[in-house]
């Protein structure tokens, strides 16, 4: 037994599996093959390059041309190399990788819903509105915040609104401040953010605890302080216990606690934002709220704040008139303006709101609660043999560091190509910053202890081949299509479209 | 679980948080609803939207076919429930798609790279106008009122914190006026004089916010003669089968709303932006190469990432994190269906509607920048007032084009009008027949 595990191939979760090798449809492309036939034209015929003039295209474009079972084949045997939560687990710490409910993408299709275009009638458009504004009305309650945009179209998206509002709301005081503040655990956003807002960036140094060092904040924060911007529970998964403490500092010079919101699963249902003395913030809707990454987007990052922060929100906003009927009211002087056409990503709010009906009052408190357990009893489980750098109790997540394997040469990158053979995603490779070789894993709520359990398997047998046989896991990952790619021909001299050979 | 944690309740795992911080009610949100519950809430949200209209509304999110491929293909748990591919071991599926997503746009628009997709349209635009300023070192943009009016909000929203560091606020140029060469498109005149040796890029959209087929190697003639770069965006993607790719641009940005993405009440959608090669290093967003594994074998992997907030925090291109994978998926699968010939086809039948309905329906009242070409869209200026036109509209059951006084008060009684390959002969035949029994005195405003 001791000898089978240290050989790939030999997990409990998975058996290796055939799967098609496909090439780029463009090399599949035969001239003259369809997948598409439109509709008889019923209008008169006309000459583009007369209509069109100098704007006429002579060339077509070389897009492919494949039959329709080419087609299918071709995208289902892509998707069969890739990983997905419908697989199974997929601890990426910070991302939030929990369930997506199926009945969520079934109504945001509903025809009403999917066809309705943002410039249709107001009267014809309460349906929408009417999602919207009972999204908001739950965000609000589930944050204790005051105000509300869904605007923005992610998170980074909603960093941006969120410090424009802040920046607005200095500037109409007469100064909008100079710096922002940012712990060195933060999200690269964060920073970016800051900077796109015309913002100083002020590092700033996690304590010991990788918390916020409260009596060195203190020095910090001054009159030209705009905002801290904190996420809470941090991203090494501890939440900030002298919250109100670090809210009271920069609120004594006039600054503003801009929390982010990515890690939200830790907290809903069982505490919220806008009572510990948060004044603006955005959410995931594509972490908390179940709608799906989709290999990286569309996300949703709704910005929440306090009632002195909502004369400047994004334009429009939807308002219920003394008719009972939903508007959207353009006529806000103080608005920062727009920070995307139409009303943001509505099909997410769709999802989110299903998630959200689904859940209820209970299910919402449950669903943090078994997020936090999970990730305990995996910390429980793997605490002897990986390093916790961090002593502090966890929330949703735990950040492991690969001290401990390195003296074998083995590093945190290696280890998360060595659970692809057991058959999981990896954890959250070297971030936060602070930890050096971090491993974040976060189980989310959807997990099963049997699931779990496999996880812990895992992680504790690539712990064991990196004292016994650490080339094993050198070398990962063994079982998937290709192996480790090289990164740096691909940045060097860059292919970033195909060619007619 | 709780015993092998070793603690004795849930609450001993939220202790940290302050007593007084604890919520010990229940949210006041709606209680839980069982599965069928949920499809009887959106179902109602969903009638009390429209339903059974016939619709002219475009300007900026257009109402095509959406082959049923797409929705299987992009339905899959290995797509739909993936995430960013950092792991290229393991999401080799999303990056294959995600380039042949890159090539395709490159091929539509004739430019020599593109990104694996931004936000939407609408944020792209005012990211290519900041990496123009970065490629040129100035910090001046001229944007054509011709762009989509929302668009050129957004942007004012992104430039505001330069514009007060550097003085340079974006300029506006306007378009020429009905009877000139330049009707309904940008004022070449006042474009020459508006940019400087401070602009980094003119900013235009072709087809523009009005339908009409902007001048793009006049426009660029003009930008570079002054060292600017020239932006061109594209929120109608459909109109690149048939009007020519805007290649004298430096930067293209698109809305690929139009290939395959319902209109979902204006989002998601799927932004892009694509460039001449020399930039790519001042190109914000994700981007796919092609690379080798150990064994020689080709894989693809997300690259040239020192550009990003993860990497270079406050010194990035852009603060922007996520892309719009699952959209540009939809965007690849509705390009491959449609493929070379079927790209065209597509365009021309919604060119041929367009021309239809500009006949037809414009008979009703005044076609403006007729003389211009355009694609899908059109505008006319009525006697009647927008409302009450849509008001007898609605009453049969058809939703007219948008009221432009909102963005473009000169215009006055200016509806915005768009014709797709779903519009119907009939349905089109029927609102001229609605609009020209409009009473006399609705005439009066």
């Known amino acids: ?501 | 679980m709780l015993r092998e944690i070793g603690a004795s309740s849930i609450d001993d795992l939220f202790a940290i948080i302050p007593q007084e911080y604890r919520l010990t009610r229940d949210l006041a949100i709606p209680r839980q609803m069982g599965e069928s519950e949920i499809v009887d809430h959106f179902k109602a949200a969903a009638a009390q939207n429209a339903n059974g209209y016939a619709s002219f509304l475009g300007a900026g999110v257009y109402r095509h076919y959406r082959p049923v491929l797409i929705d299987a293909i992009v339905q899959r748990g290995e797509f739909l429930t993936s995430y960013t591919p950092y792991q290229a071991e393991i999401t080799q599926g999303t990056l294959q798609a995600i380039f042949e997503f890159q090539t395709m746009i490159c091929e539509l628009t004739g430019m020599d790279i593109a990104n694996a997709s931004m936000y939407d349209g609408s944020t792209a635009a005012p990211e290519a106008a900041m990496m123009a300023m970065r490629v040129t070192g100035r910090d001046g943009v001229v944007v054509a009122r011709t762009v989509h009016p929302e668009y050129r909000e957004v942007m004012h929203t992104y430039a505001q914190h330069r514009e007060v560091a550097t003085g340079h606020k974006a300029r506006e140029v306007g378009y020429g006026p009905e009877g000139t060469n330049y009707a309904g498109r940008i004022d070449l005149a006042a474009l020459e004089q508006a940019v400087t040796e401070h602009t980094a890029c003119v900013l235009v959209q072709s087809p523009n916010f009005f339908g009409v087929i902007e001048d793009i190697p006049a426009i660029a003639e003009i930008a570079h003669r002054k060292g600017a770069l020239l932006v061109v965006a594209v929120a109608e993607a459909v109109s690149l089968g048939i009007v020519r790719p805007p290649v004298e641009a430096d930067i293209v940005t698109m809305e690929a709303q139009s290939f395959g993405v319902a209109p979902s009440f204006g989002g998601p959608f799927c932004g892009v932006i694509a460039a001449k090669e020399k930039y790519v290093r001042q190109m914000p967003g994700r981007l796919v190469g092609q690379t080798t594994d150990k064994q020689g074998r080709r894989g693809f992997v997300l690259t040239l990432s020192t550009r990003e907030q993860h990497i270079r925090r406050e010194k990035a291109t852009s603060n922007i994190c996520t892309n719009q994978a699952l959209v540009a998926l939809m965007a690849t699968v509705f390009m491959t269906v449609y493929g070379k010939e079927g790209i065209r086809e597509l365009a021309q039948q919604n060119l041929a509607k367009a021309a239809y309905a500009a006949k037809t329906i414009g008979a009703n009242g005044t076609l403006l920048f007729g003389q211009s070409p355009r694609f899908s869209e059109f505008v006319l200026q009525t006697e009647e007032a927008p409302e009450q036109l849509h008001a007898r509209l609605l009453q049969e059951k058809i939703i007219g084009g948008v009221a432009l006084e909102r963005w473009y008060p000169e215009l006055g009684n200016a509806t915005l009008w768009c014709a797709t390959e779903l519009t119907t002969r009939e349905q089109i035949d029927q609102a001229a027949t609605v609009m020209a029994q409009a009473p006399a005195v609705a005439a009066v405003r």
Not at chain 1, 192 to 218: H, Q, W
Not at chain 1, 227 to 236: E, G, K, R
Not at chain 1, 371 to 382: Q, T
């Open chain 1, 1 to 501: 037994m001791a000898e089978a595990e240290k050989f790939a191939g030999t997990t409990r979760k998975v058996t290796a599996h055939l799967t098609q090798n496909e090439g780029l449809s463009f090399e599949k492309s035969a001239p003259g093959k369809k997948a598409y036939r439109l509709a008889p034209l019923d209008v008169p015929e006309v000459d583009p390059s007369t209509l069109l003039g100098s704007s006429f295209r002579s060339l077509n474009a070389q897009l492919p041309e494949l039959s329709e079972i080419e087609i299918i084949r071709h995208f289902t045997r892509l998707s069969t190399w890739n990983y997905a939560i419908d697989l199974g687990m997929y601890p990426l710490g910070s991302c939030t990788m929990k369930y997506n409910p199926r009945v969520n993408e079934f109504v945001s299709r509903l025809e009403g819903i999917a066809e309705a275009h943002p410039y249709q009638p107001e009267e014809l458009s309460q349906g929408s509105l009417g999602i919207i504004r009972l999204l908001q009305k739950c965000l609000l309650e589930i944050t204790g915040m005051e105000a509300i945009t869904l605007q923005p179209a992610a998170g980074a998206h909603g960093e941006f609104t969120g410090i424009l509002l802040a920046r607005a709301y200095h500037q109409a005081k007469g100064n909008p401040r100079r710096t922002v503040i940012i712990p060195d655990s933060a999200h690269g956003t964060n920073p970016a953010t800051a900077a796109m807002c015309g913002y100083e960036v002020v590092n700033f140094r996690s304590n010991p605890k990788g918390g916020i060092d409260v009596e060195a904040l203190a020095q910090a924060v001054s009159e030209e302080t705009a905002a801290l911007m904190l996420t809470n529970p941090s991203t090494i998964g501890v939440f900030e216990n002298e919250i109100h403490r670090i809210a009271d500092i920069l609120h004594a010079k006039g600054a503003l606690l801009y929390m982010d919101g990515a890690n939200m699963n830790a907290l809903c249902g069982k505490t919220r934002p806008g009572d510990f003395g948060v004044d603006v913030m955005h959410l995931n809707l594509h972490k908390t709220f179940s709608t799906p990454h989709g290999g990286g987007g569309p996300g949703s990052g709704p910005v929440a704040c306090k009632k002195m922060l909502e004369p400047f929100l994004p334009v429009p906003v939807v308002e219920e008139g003394a008719d009972g009927q939903l508007h959207l009211n353009y006529d806000r002087p103080q608005s920062v303006g727009r920070v995307r056409a139409f009303y943001g990503n509505f099909g997410m709010f769709v999802r989110a709101l299903a998630y959200i009906l689904a859940n209820g009052p209970d299910g919402l408190r449950q669903t943090t609660e078994d997020a936090v357990l999970n990730a305990n009893y995996i910390r429980k489980k793997l605490e002897d043999v990986y390093e916790l750098p961090y002593n502090t109790p966890s929330m949703h997540e735990v950040v492991f560091s690969d001290r401990k394997q390195t003296k074998n040469g083995v590093k945190t990158g290696d280890i998360a190509k060595r659970l692809i053979d057991y058959g999981f995603h990896p954890y959250t490779v070297s971030f936060p910053l602070i930890v050096p070789g971090a491993m974040m894993i976060e189980p989310t709520e959807s997990e099963s202890r049997e699931e779990l359990d496999l996880f812990v398997d895992a992680m504790r047998q690539i712990a064991r081949e990196v004292e016994e046989n650490p080339q094993v896991v050198l070398d990962a990952p063994h079982s998937t299509r290709v192996s480790r790619l090289d990164e740096t021909t691909a940045a060097r001299k860059p292919v970033l479209r195909w060619r007619r050979p």
